[in-house]
């Protein structure tokens, strides 16, 4: 038999009704928690992806607090980082309620978790920060239960990447949505061939990246050239740093000072930019198959051609042919 979703079962929130209460700033947050959300409906067999804190513990909600009072397990990317966070918020979670599904295990931690839903549990799953599922494991957990017929619910908070995009200033009525990239591939060619395909993307792209490798990173993003990028170090903590400036300017930045190069980064490479009407092009047309034409066909003709056959835009394709007719009829030319 269940227990009501207004019970703990495996957690102690410290408070007055404790008998071992922990001394905590989180204490009325936590009953503040339960005023507010108990009232919700929390249904058993039940997986709970819940976010954490992505550095400042203030970002916690007061939903993933309570969720977390109530659960009967908690699964974790790591056991005792996700220990320390909840005794942290005036949570007691003993080992014995804590399950550990990261990326080495998460199938084998999908089937337990699996198991105890099919027994009527709750179960919440957090990584170690931010929002499970997104460059963090969680993904093939959720996908497997879900598989097997159980509900999941999300229970919303911080992410890196929406924190970043919010202040990048970089959301243009021309630009609509954005691309999440994450973490770029460690081997140089599939980090090359990334890093040209980002040039092509005219959205703005979100990265995530490690402290020992944002230098490496930086290099490649070079490629970019004076495409603007917002920076994110350290976001919601302390020495919290966040910088806009030219793709290929970054590295140097990084290199200008060592604090540059500590803690968690977020990158968002700002949309490509839109001429405006009026604007002159700077396209580089291949003029191959116009040449080819334009002695035999009239210049319209051959302009129509050759965006057919190269897929290319009309408009540099037209200016060109009449370049290329007016050195024709130059006087000058041999």
Known sequence: MMPSPNTPTGFILAGPFCENPMSTPFQN???????????????????????SPIGNLADITLRALHVLQVMDYVACEDTRHTQQLCRSLGIDLPAS?????????????AQRVASLLQEGCRVAYLSDAG???????????????????????????????????????????????????????????????????????????????APHRIVATAKALAALGER??????????????????????????????SDRQR???????HPLKTKSAGESEDVAV???????????????????????????????????ALTLKSEDSSPNER
């Open 286 to 320: 291949d003029s191959r198959v116009l040449k080819l034409l334009l002695p035999h066909v009239p210049l319209k003709t051959a302009v129509a051609l050759s965006a057919e056959i190269t897929g290319q835009a009309k408009k540099p394709l037209y200016a060109l």
């Open 228 to 257: 603007p990028l917002t920076l994110g170090r350290e976001l919601t903590k302390q020495f919290e740093e966040i910088v806009t400036l030219p793709c290929q300017v970054l590295e140097s930045w990084l290199l200008g000072s």
């Open 29 to 51: 947050a936590g009953l503040a928690a339960r005023e507010i959300v108990s009232s919700q409906s929390l249904p058993a067999s039940t997986l709970y992806v819940v976010a």
């Open 131 to 209: 929002t499970p599922g997104v460059s963090d494991p969680g993904a093939i957990l959720t996908h497997e239960v879900q598989s097997r017929g159980f509900r999941v619910m999300p229970i919303p908070g911080v992410s890196s990447v929406t924190a970043l995009l919010s202040v990048s200033g970089v959301v243009e009525p021309e630009h609509a949505g954005f691309v999440f990239v994450g973490f770029l591939s460690s081997k140089a060619p599939m980090r090359q061939s990334q890093i040209q395909a980002m040039g092509q993307e005219g959205r703005a792209q979100i990265l995530l990246e």
């Open 263 to 269: 803690g968690e980064f977020a990158l968002v490479v």
């Open 97 to 109: 309620k804590c399950i550990a599904v990261h990326q080495h295990n998460e199938h084998e931690g």
